[in-house]
C-alpha cells in the first residue's frame, strides 16, 4: 500500500515554531509522526554567573505566554536551594496569580488557538440565530452571550469582514474539511464566544495584574515572599480581584463548559475510540500549596505522580531525582541523558536533508529537534491538564474527582446513555481538551476560596509578605528546584548557586515533555505517539494533525530560542515612533 509524506511547517496558532513531519498509508491513516522544534534555547546559559535574586526576573522572558509562571518556577527554585519558607500572604497571592494565568490561558486557548479545529467559520453564516439561540438551552440552562439579537449581530458582524474581503486570521482555515461535524446553528454559538472571549481575556490579565505589577512579565514576586505590600492589605483590590473573577467565572461556566459538552458530544465517536491518546502515561510534578507546610511537603491542589497506560488504579509516587534528558535526536551535544542539576545546553546542528522533490525533510534517524527529549525513569510521559485530571482520579482526590465525574455525568446524559461517559474517553483528542475545561471550571471555583482565605488573614492583622534571610551565608554552596504545575503541564526549573553566584540553571518545561523527539531507545514524545493512528480526511488540509497537536496547547518558545548558527541576519526591522509611517 503506497504511503504519503507530509509536512505542516509552521503549525500556526501556538507559541513558537513547531514542524511537524507524518507518514500516511493509503488509507489516509497517519503510521509514523515526527515533532521538530526549529528553535534554540539559551536562557540556561545566559543565567550562569548571575545573582541568583535575579533569576526570576530573566528566567520569565523564556516566553511571553508562561510568563508569570517561569518567574515564580525560578524564584521558588533559589527559594528552595537557601530553604527560604514564605509566608502566608505570600503563598496565597502566588496562587492567586498562577491561578489567574490558567483562567486566561485557558480560554484564550480553546477559543482562538484551538477552537477553529472545531468550529468551522464559514457555515456559522448559513445559521439560523433563533435556532442557535435555542440550540445553546441544549448544553446549559443559563447560556452566555446566545440571546437572538447578539448571535444575529455577530453573523452580521462576520458577514461584513467576508463583504470587505478582511477575513483576517479567518482567512486561511480549512473551512469545509470533512472533519468539520458541527451544525451551522452550533457553529454560531462558538463564533459568538470566539469574540466574546477577546474582549474577556482583557479582563482575565487584569487578575494577574492586581497582583502583579503588569501582565504579561509581572514584577512583584521576589525571593521571600512577594512585593505587592499595599494591594494585598487594601480592601477594593481584593474586591476588585473577586469581581472580575465572578464574571470569568461565569463564562467559563455558562460557555466554555457548554461549547466542550457541545463538541464532546458531536465528537463523541472519537473520544470512545481514542483518537489522539497517544502514549496514555501521565506525569503531575504537583502544584499550588494549599497549607504553610516547607517546599514539597505540602498538600496541594494538584497530587504528583505518575500513571502509567491508563491505568487508574495506581500512581507511582514522583520523584525529580528520576527526571532526565536525553539528547539522541536532539541538536545537542550531552554523553548521556543528563539530570537537571548537571544539564548541559551544547548546541550541535546537523541540519536537514534535501530530497528529489526539492523540499528539505527531517533526519528522522538521527537529530532533528532543538527540543531535548526529558524521560521520567524509564518512562515517556505525557503533562498537562489531562494528566493533572488522571493523576488526581487515580490518587482519588476528591476535589479532583468530583469535577471529571461531574462532566463524565453530563456527557452521559446527553449522549443518551443510562451511565456516566466512561473515563476512558479521556484519553483523546477530544478528552484531552475536555479535561482542560473541567479545570479551568475547578480552578475559578477554588480561586474563589483563596481571594476570601487571603482576606480574611489581612483581616485578622497578618500583613507579612517577606521573609528575610542573610543571603551571603545561604548562596555559598547550594541548589534547590522550583517544581509547579503550569498550565500547560509540570514545570521544573533547576538551580545550583556557588560563591553567590548561578553556577548551572536548567529548565524542564511542558512542552520539553510533550513536543519531545524520540528518545535514545527510539521511544516517540507525546506529540507524536498522539498522531499515531489518526485518519486524515484531506491530505491537503491535515486538520485532524493541527486538532491533536493544538489539543496540548504548545508553547514551544518555553522549550527553545531562536539563533542563526552561522550568524547571518535573520532580518532587520525598522522601528518608528510615529503612527502615520
Known sequence: MSSKHIIVDPITRIEGHLRIEAVIDGNNVIKDAYASSTMFRGIETILKGRDPRDAGLLAMRICGVCTGTHYQRSIEAVENAFKVKIPKNARIVRNLMQG?????????HFYH???LDWIDITQALKADP???SQEALKWTETPYGTGVGELRAVQERLQKFVKQGRLGLFANGYWGNKHYKLTPEQNLIGVAHYLQALDLQRDMSKLMAIYGGKMPHPQSIVVGGVTCVQDIINPARNAEFKSILTKARNFIKNAYLADIAMAGTVYADEALDGTGAGLKNYMTYGGFRLDDNDFYKASLLFPSGVVVNGDLSKVIPFDQAKVTEDVTHSWYKAPAPQHPF??????EYTGLKKEADGLAYLKTEEKYSWIKAPVFGDTRVEVGPLARMVVGVASKDERITKYVTGFLDRLGHLLGLDKSAPAGVLFSTVGRTAARAIETEMMADVMMEWIDELAANVAAGDHSTWTEFDFDAVSKDAKGYGLEE?????LGHWVKVKDG???NYQAVVPSTWNASPRDGKGRMGA???????TKVADPEQPLEILRTVHSFDPCIACAVHIVDTKGKELGSFKVSTSCSV
Open 100 to 108: 489567574a494565568l490558567y483562567l486566561h490561558d485557558h480560554t484564550v
Open 113 to 115: 488557538l484551538h477552537g
Open 130 to 132: 433563533v435556532k442557535a
Open 342 to 347: 548537571n544539564g548541559t545546553t551544547i548546541p
Open 486 to 490: 503550569a498550565p500547560r503541564g509540570a
Open 501 to 503: 553566584k548561578i553556577e
Open 527 to 533: 506529540y507524536e505517539a498522539a498522531l499515531i493512528g
